[in-house]
């Protein structure tokens, strides 16, 4: 994947993401404490009480790092291209992954907006084909559609052309 050639997500993307990650601290904050609560609800060990709020804190101080790597390093690492023979994701945040699709080998097509998706004005790109899905993220809406229209269109060409053979 040349950087010069891929795609960069835009800055709404962004803000999905921290909203993303703001949920997930919230979802497991609120267990966390939850589950704090009943253990000294029963009148343990002082120990297991310890133990108890030593986890509780690792769990937020690591959500609250997923929340900061999201803001930076996830935004700044993903890049998508779309070649006439290849689409390519790059993405993650402590280990990078790359995923290739050549194009006659897709599928399926397919937009999807998540309720924080369709609040920033963004969509999801699932891709499937025989060997699993790759999923271009974060999308203007917009773009997405186009996007998805396009390599529909790709498809039937290469169809056509018999390339593909059959199409699910």
């Known amino acids: 994947m040349q950087v010069s050639d891929a795609h960069l997500l835009p ?3 962004k803000k999905a993401m921290v ?11 609120v267990i966390t404490g939850v589950i704090y609560a009943v253990l000294t609800a029963f009148q343990l060990p002082a120990l297991i009480i310890l133990i108890a709020r030593a986890i509780a804190a690792l769990v937020i ?10 803001i930076t390093v996830k935004y700044q690492r993903y890049r998508y291209i779309v070649h006439s023979d290849l689409i390519a994701v790059r993405s993650g945040v402590f280990t990078i992954t790359r995923e290739y699709l050549p194009m006659r080998r897709l599928q399926k097509v397919h937009v999807e907006s ?13 891709l ?41």
């Open 19 to 29: 909203l993303e990650s703001l949920l997930n601290l919230v979802i497991v904050g």
């Open 128 to 168: 499937y084909s025989a060997g699993g899905t790759l999923s271009i993220r974060y999308l203007p809406a917009d773009e997405a559609e186009a996007l998805a229209e396009d390599l529909n269109n790709k498809v039937n060409e290469l169809i056509a052309d018999g390339e593909v053979l059959t199409r699910v």
């Open 61 to 70: 101080i690591a959500l609250i790092v997923n929340l900061i790597a999201s």
């Open 11 to 13: 800055t709404a993307a």
């Open 114 to 126: 998540g309720l924080i998706n369709r609040f920033c004005g963004l969509a999801d790109i699932e």
